[in-house]
């Protein structure tokens, strides 16, 4: 399609193969989000490139993401944009197996700015439900009380009492302080499933209880609770990463403690926990396999409400730290999507290498065909 009037210029970047190696997700972005981050200080940074972020539109809707050819654009989603003094860019990026340039070397991209006519961001496209992922809460609303879901399933959260806080790796997170903090999704269906993965980016400031991160949880039930989650402790031991759910028959209180690998207090970690439809377990720290084993079974939900932070009815294991990002998948990512996502979001501030300012006069992509091939990204998400 001819290119659209008024495009104006475009930062080339550029990211190396050890943060997104080519064999990244199992299939189109199931791995969730690789955002870039870029403000003052990034080693590139320069006043011609601050220039550029407060040259965007305030709600970043001129900007648009291709290739070095101009021939695939790639979704993405606001983060944050800052601009002022001290501009600051951050975008989750859709980079699917299926684009051309995934290569085993380098990742190049252009961000342009200037554009009229175009798709603004697609946070749908950056998670699309086609490949299995049910949610993915990527704190990008930095106020208000909705934690907005970037699938189309739209399975929002509703803050309770939790703060908006800048987050040490760029953008947003929620702070937590174990008092009656929690987000609740109510009881959707689509979150009971029988295989799955969760990831949650979690900052803990302490490492003396036990800290519900994310999952569902039957509140009407006696033990042993129904559902499924991920937690930060075990029994007495406080630093460590656990999973849990429940299977029948018989009915199974089944724990799968990361024993010997600790987080670290006021560290970001990645906390990771698949299961597959034939009840094989695995748990990561930092995209690392800690803990494996096999639990065959149904996975019994009953009634189960979903809540991150916090069991939904705000009386237990209430988080103390801040939470960064959370994706809940159908899907049960490989090892390789695992410590793709880790690399992605724990290495990724000075990751990308960015070029200076390029003018394009006007002109820009002239064959747009979108990176993650011919299934498309839902659109529900736009906004």
């Known amino acids: 399609m001819p290119a659209p009037a008024g495009w104006t210029a475009y930062l080339p970047v550029t990211m190396p193969s050890g943060i997104v190696p080519a064999n ?60 002022g003094d001290h501009p600051e860019l951050i975008v989750g990026l859709g980079i699917p197996s299926t684009y051309p340039l995934l290569s085993a070397s380098t990742t190049p991209l252009r961000l342009y700015r200037g554009c009229t006519g175009g798709t603004f961001e697609d946070k749908a496209g950056v998670v699309p439900v086609a490949d299995g992922n049910i949610g993915y809460y ?83 039930d006696a033990s042993p609770y129904q559902g499924s989650n991920i937690l930060v402790g075990y029994q007495t031991t406080y630093d460590i990463l656990r999973g849990f759910f429940n299977t029948t028959p018989p009915q199974l209180y089944n724990q799968v403690p990361g024993t010997g690998y600790p987080l670290t207090v006021n560290q970001w970690a990645l906390a990771t926990f698949t299961r597959d439809a034939a009840g094989n377990v695995k748990l990561y720290l930092n995209g690392t396999e800690v803990a494996s084993g096999s639990y065959p079974g149904t996975v ?57 300012e390029v003018a394009v006069g006007g002109g820009g992509p002239h064959i747009i065909v979108p990176a993650w091939g011919r299934r498309g990204p839902s659109l529900a998400g736009m906004r």
Request: glycine residues 10%; proline residues 4%.
């Open 300 to 356: 019994v939900y009953d009634n189960a409400y979903t809540s991150i932070g916090r069991i939904y009815t705000a009386t237990g294991l209430g988080m103390i730290g801040d939470i960064g990002s959370v994706l809940v998948s159908g899907a049960v990512l490989s090892n390789n999507a695992v410590s793709a996502r880790a690399n992605c979001l724990l290495n990724n501030a000075a990751a990308w290498t960015v070029g200076d």
């Open 138 to 220: 990527g704190m990008s609303d930095g106020t208000g009380g909705q934690l907005t879901d970037w699938t189309s399933n739209a399975l929002h959260g509703t803050i309770a009492n939790a703060s908006w806080v800048a987050s040490s790796l760029g953008g947003w997170a929620l702070n937590f302080d174990a008092s009656n903090e929690v987000v609740r999704m109510g009881n959707p269906a689509a979150f009971r499933v029988q295989a799955w993965t969760y990831s949650v980016m979690v900052r803990c400031t302490n490492l003396t209880s036990v800290k519900f991160l994310f999952g569902t949880y039957d509140q009407n």
């Open 24 to 83: 990244m997700p199992d299939a189109g972005n199931t791995f969730g989000p690789c955002p870039f981050i870029f403000n003052e200080n990034h080693p590139d940074w320069t006043a011609g490139k601050g220039a550029f972020l407060n040259s965007l539109a305030a709600d970043a809707s001129d900007l648009r993401v291709f290739d070095p050819s101009d021939t695939y654009e790639l979704p993405w989603g606001l983060q944050r944009l800052t601009q």
